[in-house]
DNA sequence: CCCACAATCAGCCCAAAGTACGAGACATTT
DNA sequence: AAATGTCTCGTACTTTGGGCTGATTGTGGG
C-alpha cells in the first residue's frame, strides 16, 4: 500500500512544486494539501496520512504549533517539518515537538522523499546541514560532574542530600525521616564537612551541579499555590 | 581532488568488504586502514584524512576514545562512528563526542557513501533509525519552566537572586553588589514575597528549576580548595 | 506637583541553622 | 575482644536569616 501524504504550505507554488516532485516517486500518493495551520488540523484529521509535509512559516496557526496539536492526538501521522531558513529556533522548537523529520527547502528532491519514506517506516531525519547544530546542542547539555566526594557519604546521609537538596528544613528532615531533629542537624553537618561545603545552601547548589537532584523533574512542594 | 578516507575496524573482513563498497563511490579514496584505537590515532595523524570510518568496539583503544582524542587535535579528520549494535550508551557517547555521524553497519552501501560526502562537506549524518531516539532524548532534556512570577522581580532583584543562586551570602551580596546589607536583606525579603517563597534555599531551588541559573556553568565559588 | 516604585539604609525580635562535645546501640571487620 | 563506622539522640552556644516597622532618595508618569 502506498504511502499518503498529505503537504502543507502556504505558498500555492511552492504545494505544487512539491507534488509534482514527490509524484515522481513510486509508492507515495499525495492525498491531501493545506495553506494553513488551521487546515492542516482538519485535513490531517479527516484524511488520515501516514506523513505530513509541513512548512514552518504559515499564516494564522504556524506550522510548528499546528505540529505540536497533531502530535497530541492518538496515532498522529508523521510530520515532518519544512523550512526556508534554519534557525536555531525553528530548529529546537521543531525537535522539541518531537517532529519525525527537519528539512530545508533547499534540499534535492531524492532527500525529500528519501524522508518521507523514512518517516513513514518510523525513522526520522535531520538535513545534514543542520545535523551538526544538533549534535552541538546536544553535546552541549550539561553533564553532571560526578564529585568523587560523594562516594564518601553515607547512604544516610545521601537521602539527606536529597530532602536538603529539595529545600526541606531540618524538622521537615526530621518528620519525612522519622527521626529526630538532632539527628538530623548531625547528618548535615557530617555533609557539609565531607563534601567542604559551608552551609546547607551551598548544598544545594552542589547538588544540583553534581546532579544529585535534577532540574525540570517537577519538586512541585518547593512551588506554592500562586499559580 | 577526491575525499581521502580512513577505515578503522578490528575485523579485517569488515575493512576489506568496507573498502570494496567505498572505492565503488567515485571521488572517494581510501587512503589507510587501522585495527585499533592505536593505530587509529598514529595514522589519522600521519595521513591526515579528510573522513575517518570507525567502528566503537575496537581492542585496547576503543573507537570512541580514539574519537575524542583525535578531535582534540587541530584541523582533525571527520570522524563517521559504526556499529553494530545501537545502545544509548554508544549514541549518546557519540554524539557528546562532536562526531560527524553515527551509522549502523546494517546501513545501506549508499548510505555509508553519501555519509562520508556529508561528513566531507562539513555535514553531519545521523542514522534514520536512531534519529527518533536523538530526537527524543532532545526534547527530554529539561527545558526550564520560565516562571510568570519572575517578570515582577526588579532588575536589580533578580541580580541578588542570581548571586542568591550561587549560594552566597548577605554579607557577601553585599560586597559584590557594593551596597549594605541591610538593603540586600529588604531585596532578599521582597524576592521571596514576590516569589512565594519560604526562604532563601527554595529561592535556591527556584533559580534552578526555572533556569535562572543552569548547573554545568561552572560556578567554582562555590566549591573550595579541597580538590 | 504628586504618586508609585525602585533602591538604599536602620533597629528589633525570634526562629533556624551551624558548631562543639558527648554518648549509646548496632553491625562488620580484624 | 577490640576497633571501626553508622545511625541515633542530647545540651549549650553563636551566628545567620527573615519578619516587621519604619525612613530617605531619585526617577518616571499622570
Known sequence: MAIRLVIAD????????????????????????????RQVLTVARQLRPDVLLMDIAMPGLDGLSAARQLLEDPEPPKIIMLTTFNTDDNLHASLRARVHGFLLKSSPAEQLIEAVRVAAAGGAVIDPAVTPRVIDSFAAQPQPVPAP????????????????????????????????????????????????????????VFAYEAGVVRPGRGRDDVRDGSC
Open 149 to 204: 566526594e560523594l562516594a564518601t557519604l553515607t547512604p544516610r546521609e545521601l537521602e539527606v542530600l536529597r530532602l536538603l537538596a529539595d529545600g526541606m528544613s531540618n524538622p521537615e528532615i526530621a518528620r519525612d525521616l522519622r527521626i529526630g531533629e538532632v539527628t538530623v542537624r548531625t547528618h548535615v553537618g557530617h555533609i557539609l564537612r565531607k563534601l567542604s561545603l559551608r552551609d546547607r545552601i551551598h548544598a544545594v
Open 10 to 37: 502556504d505558498q500555492a507554488m511552492i504545494r505544487t512544486g512539491l507534488r509534482l516532485v514527490i509524484e515522481t516517486a513510486p509508492g507515495i500518493e499525495v492525498v491531501g494539501e493545506a495553506a494553513d495551520g
